[in-house]
T-cell receptor, first 114, second 114 residues
Framework: DTAVSQTPKYLVTQMGNDKSIKCEQN?????MYWYKQDSKKFLKIMFS???????INETVPNRFSPKSPDKAHLNLHINSLELGDSAVYFC?????????????FGAGTRLSVL | AQSVTQLGSHVSVSEGALVLLRCNYS??????LFWYVQYPNQGLQLLLK??????LVKGINGFEAEFKKSETSFHLTKPSAHMSDAAEYFC????????????FGTGTRLQVFP
């Protein structure tokens, strides 16, 4: 059983389109994250949710909107896709009440905007 | 503010040789430090962590790292490289609160030659 699973694995789309990436974790964690990894492999946090509430919101364009229907899911919706959105997006989860806050990552979604 | 610097974006070693991946951190608060590994087309997997207990930390797959406060370093080592160690390695730092963000370095790609 995959602990943190993301779909789709690959996403190729045209500029201006709207797309969603889904993430689910079966670890019983209460905190979930979205990271963006650019072409130089730099990994940066975008959002974090704890028990369906937004707790970290980095400087991300408002075209990106996370949605957490329950604490096991955190989806990422992107409106009006731009070329610069091409990247690998990773979902992660952790047991937010514990320290250290060890995060478990999904396999990533490679988004290519043409 | 916290940051991590990984010296050397690429490291190449022969199978059986010592692996040394360098990481220096900057933190205004006592840090937690982590090494993650990313195999091709996979998510990040925790190798080991430093959480202010023993300064020499042992992780999975024969890796270890030593926290040196005087040098603000947390270098990753393995006595004898194996072909299966070829991957991207990320050093990361966070504060000790469970709400602190995980800040990643830019990664080091390890190549292992037969």
């Amino acid at each position: 059983d995959t602990a943190v699973s993301q779909t789709p694995k690959y996403l190729v789309t045209q500029m201006g389109n709207d797309k969603s990436i889904k993430c689910e974790q079966n670890l019983g964690h209460d905190t979930m994250y979205w990271y963006k990894q650019d072409s130089k492999k730099f990994l940066k946090i975008m959002f974090s949710y704890n028990n369906k509430e937004l707790i970290i919101n980095e400087t991300v364009p408002n075209r990106f909107s996370p949605k957490s229907p329950d604490k096991a899911h955190l989806n990422l919706h992107i409106n009006s896709l731009e070329l610069g959105d091409s990247a690998v997006y990773f979902c992660a989860s952790s047991h937010g009440l514990r320290t250290p806050n060890i995060q478990y990552f999904g396999a990533g979604t490679r988004l290519s905007v043409l | 503010a916290q940051s991590v610097t990984q010296l050397g974006s690429h490291v190449s070693v022969s199978e059986g040789a010592l692996v040394l991946l360098r990481c220096n951190y900057s933190s205004s608060v006592p840090p937690y430090l982590f090494w993650y590994v990313q195999y091709p087309n996979q998510g990040l997997q925790l190798l080991l962590k430093y959480t202010s207990a023993a300064t020499l930390v042992k992780g999975i797959n024969g890796f270890e790292a030593e926290f040196k406060k005087s040098e603000t370093s947390f270098h990753l080592t393995k006595p004898s490289a194996h072909m299966s160690d070829a991957a991207e390695y990320f050093c990361a730092v966070s504060g000790v609160r469970n709400t602190d963000k995980l800040i990643f370095g830019t990664g080091t790609r390890l190549q292992v030659f037969p």
